[in-house]
């Protein structure tokens, strides 16, 4: 084909851009659209698309992420964690109990446990417990915090002042603001440039005469002899058609079919559960202690209405838990030596994991053996990043006989991760209030070590009280973790996206 049987091929629109892309310098599709006196930006995109299928243009795309507050308002206000600190020092010259705090008019009350979380991250404070109550003294570095800016602080001022790229951002000050609920916005920039190949460039160096073009006949045209004074556009029989897609199911779906076939055909039962539960069944039972963090507001969704539940029908398990805190019942334990407290028991939540649903299913019947799993949706309210959702899907099971061992459970977590197309998995010792021992199991993904979930053996202090006196293997991973490297995504919201390409490529096995 010769260079002016090429021409001859080109649409008006893609006329125009060749044009205009001969008189500059890798352009934006605004810069070209500006250039060829088009109306509208689709206009130059759909023409760009078709000049790089013939391979007379290049487009390079660079995506960034760019960054906004989601109010300004809130971000003129001091932080939290630098207001609490400085009540702590001016008024109980610095050491204060958290039950003094909650009586201070100088913050909210909801933005006390906020603050506390950030103190404790940040090394402002020390604490301790005295009896039910948590003492918070200020450290130097919270001192000396007061009289300066911190790199979040100084990050904020500049968010206010207008949207920042991430190449002008200090990322481990985006890092602690992500963390801060409905604070800060984060959205993908697509920035385009269109450049003349060597094709392109030959083709756009000779004489294009530009006629206005019609694409279909209409019966006016006809009618009017009017078809006599237009350029008709020419047909390529030979250019691509677009593919047709049927409905498909969601690769979420998929996938979680795929997980329930791996544990049935492995001798495992499913058992289900509610979203809604009491900190009594998600924490107390499985022996996490009421100070601990994952209790806290910045970690877990509690609910306003109800805001407690009834556990009278669980006096007598109810009693047992409460000594099993205080002094370790009859496990063997010393237990966490507090005085338990009911009516934290009593508060409810959103579930933050699917553990509660076995423990319940050992609960109502502690018969041995048994194996069963679930798989459900949890929420903890954590900032979402590349590898956080506040909303997941957690994959949860246990196995309870007589000789089950640590050994077994490793083994059956490998055989596990192997259905799943996953040869190798790297297991680490960890640190659960409930199992002893505990593991994290990680897989290589994206030249780092990426957890997918943690297990272990549930300890004394969580089966015996629920008349199980035998070894009780448990585990609980993230359905959307182990997807990421299954479909080799690098960010786990673009799983819930609704991307149609993406939806419509992915394979249906």
């Known amino acids: ?44 995109m759909n023409a760009a698309s078709w000049l790089q299928a013939k391979g007379l243009i ?58 506390l979380g950030w103190i404790r991250k940040k090394g402002w404070g020390e604490f301790s417990k005295e009896g039910s109550d948590t003492i918070v003294i200020v450290t130097q570095k919270g001192r000396d915090a007061l009289d300066t800016e911190g790199e ?78 237009v350029e008709i556009r020419r047909y390529d029989v030979k250019a691509f058609a677009p593919v047709i897609y049927g409905g498909r199911r969601h690769p979420i779906t998929l996938l979680i079919e795929k997980i329930r076939n791996a544990f049935l ?38 609910l306003s209405n109800p805001d407690k539940v009834d556990l009278s029908n669980d006096a007598e398990l109810v009693d047992i838990v409460r000594q099993v805190h205080e002094n370790g019942w009859k496990t ?21 994991h699917t553990t509660v649903n076995t423990i319940r299913r050992i609960a109502e019947d502690p018969k041995l053996p048994f194996k069963v799993f679930s798989i459900g949706r949890v929420f903890r309210n954590e900032a979402m990043d590349s590898t956080h959702l506040p909303e997941f899907v957690q994959i949860e099971g246990i196995v309870c006989e007589e000789d089950a061992n640590f050994g077994m459970l490793c083994t059956l977590l490998k055989e596990f991760y192997r259905r799943m197309d996953i040869p190798k998995i790297r297991i680490r010792p960890s640190y659960y209030p409930y199992t002893e021992p505990s593991l994290d199991v990680e897989i290589f993904f994206n030249d780092q070590w990426m957890e997918l979930g943690g297990a272990g ?32 995504l690098n960010d786990i919201r673009d799983i ?14």
């Open 1 to 44: 084909m010769t260079e002016h049987d090429i021409i001859d091929r080109l649409s008006f629109l893609e006329k125009k851009v060749i044009i205009a892309l001969r008189e500059l310098d890798c352009p934006t599709p605004e810069e070209v659209l500006t250039e060829a006196g088009l109306n509208q930006l689709v206009e130059v």
């Open 58 to 115: 290049t487009i390079e795309e660079k995506i960034t992420r760019k960054y906004s507050l989601k109010s300004s308002e809130n971000a003129r206000k001091e932080l939290p964690e630098k207001t609490v600190t400085r009540t702590i020092l001016t008024v109980f010259n610095g050491k204060a109990t958290t039950s003094q705090l909650k009586g201070s008019d100088t913050f909210k009350p909801s933005e006390l446990q906020i603050a």
């Open 152 to 229: 979040d602080e100084r990050l904020i001022k500049q968010l206010i002042d207008g949207d920042l790229m991430e190449e002008d951002v200090d990322m481990d000050a985006i890092g602690q603001l992500k963390q801060r609920k409905d604070f800060l916005s984060e959205r993908l920039v697509t920035e385009r440039r269109l450049a003349l190949t060597e094709s392109g460039s030959k083709i756009a160096a000779l004489d294009i005469d530009i006629k206005e073009e019609i694409g279909q006949l209409t019966p006016e045209l006809i009618a009017s002899g009017g078809w006599r004074d």
């Open 265 to 302: 055909n492995m001798g495992f039962s499913e058992i289900t559960g509610d979203y809604f539960e009491s900190a009594f069944w998600n924490m107390d039972v499985l022996f996490t202690a009421q100070d601990h963090p994952a209790r806290e507001l910045q970690d877990t969704f509690y």
């Open 332 to 352: 063997g334990s010393l237990g966490w030596r507090y005085a338990w407290s009911l009516e934290e028991a009593q508060r409810t939540l959103l579930r933050t």
């Open 457 to 488: 053996i549930f300890r004394p202090e969580v089966t015996e009280p629920l008349g199980v006196h035998a070894p009780v293997l448990a585990w609980g991973f993230g359905l959307e973790r182990l997807a990421m490297p299954v479909w080799g």
């Open 496 to 509: 819930y996206i609704s991307d149609i390409d993406w939806l419509k490529k992915m394979p249906q096995v």
